[in-house]
Each structure stands twice: as structure tokens, then as C-alpha cells.
């Protein structure tokens, strides 16, 4: 296959930052994909409408002319969010989902949630309105080994959650284990799960080949060999609880290889492109367009894109850098040459 046309995707799980940055990357994410679930975990976060609102606006001037791209914000849940204010969320329609970050889990998550019984009176809410509670799926405590957050906390965090709340939907995002993988496919249609492409294309051996490589550094962190295989055999198979999350994190260069490196890594600049290289090693180019264009859409209750994308086989190298505001970023793959290209 020398080309694939796919409805023009989009990134259920993405980070922009601010600020003048909002330029440099921007044009990655708005040339491929229709619309992106904008993560909220600015500093400080974004946990009212109007901040939503606001920030919106920003991302939206940094879309360059003629392209059309809607940025769909989240609200960032605190111990003391207020049930109004996911009640004016769903009113808005620009606020289409709320994020749950463990606090301390990952980048800028000091603000997260404590203790999850301390946010029931805005799960009740989310459950009624039937708006998507996004989960990052990994338990803090410090003696819970680093591999192991995500499953423990399948078990001892999401499924007494899912108990209290048996309508709420829930993403699971950026899922890394086969733990994960049976566990979604072991629920109702409320629950899906995000999966990034460093999941399907990576383990952690990338992580320390031939010296650390902090470009490979992200969390949920890289699992091994059988996880990763398990994720494909997910975002192959065609179930619509899977689907496209690129989890695409900029940090400067200075912040990632720095003796405490920040967790993240950057895939917007060729984003699609990485997916397809994930789907063809695995005969399932023909899988791509559900995983990437449709179940997410669906889930979401929002429509389809109305135009398409096309890829073609045409090798290409990625840049070794891009500029950051004045520092610079190292996308994935960096100086490596890509097979698909988009046109
Ligand atoms: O690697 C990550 N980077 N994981 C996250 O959950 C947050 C993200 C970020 O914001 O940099
Ligand atoms: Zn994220």
C-alpha cells in the first residue's frame, strides 16, 4: 500500500503549555487532526470555565490561517472542584471533559486530587451529566515500584471507584500494561482507554539503549516487551474502547536532559504518521481509521471530521530539533527517518 486517506484524525489526550511556545507547536497538531482533548495541567491549572475559556483563545491564535481546528478543553480536578462548576462545564460546550491527576503523579500535578473521596460531590455531577472523567491511571505511594503503578492502581484506585460510580464514563488514559488492556475490555462501553504511540512502538529497553535516553522518558513509563505487544493487539483489534491519544508532552531541552529530567515526550510533528508505522508493522493499516478518526468521536458524542487526511509512502526525516519559545524541543525519533508522509 502506497497510500492510506483516513477522515482527518483526532488527539483525544494532548499537552500545549502556553504562552509563546503555543506557536511553535501548534502547526503540528492542527495540520493533522480536526479537533484535541487539551490537557488542563498549566501551572496553575485550569479549573474554571473562564480559565478554560481563556486559554482556548490562546491556543486558537496560534492555529495558523486557513486551518481549521477546534481545541476541546478540560477542567483539571482539585480536591475542593465545586459541582456548579462542572454543571457549567457541560452548559459551555467548550469544557468536554475533566482530568484526574493523582497528586504528585506526574508534571505539574502538586495541585491534583488527595484523596478521591474528597471529589465525590463532582463525580456525582460528571456521572449526571454524563461528561468523561480522564484518569491518570497511576498510584504515588513511593513504595509502589514504578512499573507497577498502573496496574495497582486498576485495582486498588479505578475499580472501587467504578463501584461508587457505576455510570460514570471514564477514559483511562494512556494505558501501558496488559493489565489495562483486560481490564477495559472486562467493562461497560462507559470505560475506554487512550494509547500513545511511544506505547505501541517502544519498551523499556529503548529507554537505556546504549546510555539513558531521556527523550524516551515519559509516565506512565515505557513497560516491557509483552505490554507493548498487548497494547497493539488492542488498538488493532478494532474494539472502540481504544483509541488515539497521542499523549504529546513538550519540554525544553534543558528540561529533559537535566539531572532530574522532566517526564514527557513530543510526537505532534508527526503524530498520524507514527501511528501508521505501528498499525503496518502489524498488517493493520485497514484498523487505523477507527482507532485514529471514529471510536474516539464516538465516545465523545461529538461528530466525525468532515474532511479527510492523506498519508503516502515517502520517506522523511524528522528535524533534530524545534524551536520552544527560545529554548528547543527533541521530538521523537529525532534525526530518524520516517515511511509515511503526510501530504
Ligand atoms: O510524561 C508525561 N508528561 N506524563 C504526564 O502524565 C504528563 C506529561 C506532561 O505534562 O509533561
Ligand atoms: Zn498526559
Known sequence: MNSITLIRPDDWHLHVRDGEVLNDIIPHTAARFGRAIIMPNLKPPITTM??????QQRIQAAVPNGIHFTPLMTLYLTDNMRASEIAAAKQSGIVHAVKYYPAGATTNSDAGVTDLKKTYAALESLQQHGMPLLIHGEVTTPEIDVFDREAVFIDSVLQPLLKDFPELKVVLEHITTAQAVDFIQSTSKNIAATITPQHLLFNRNDIFKGGIRPHYYCLPILKREQHREALVKAATSGNPKFFLGTDSAPHSQTAKQNACGCAGIYSAHAAIELYAEAFE??????????????????YYQLPLNPDKITLIKEPWQIPQHYQFGNNTLIPLKAGEMMQWKLT
Open 281 to 298: 508493522k502489524n498488517n493493520a493499516l485497514d484498523k487505523l481509521e477507527g482507532f485514529a478518526s471514529v471510536y474516539g468521536a464516538d
Open 50 to 55: 473562564e480559565q478554560a475559556v481563556a486559554y
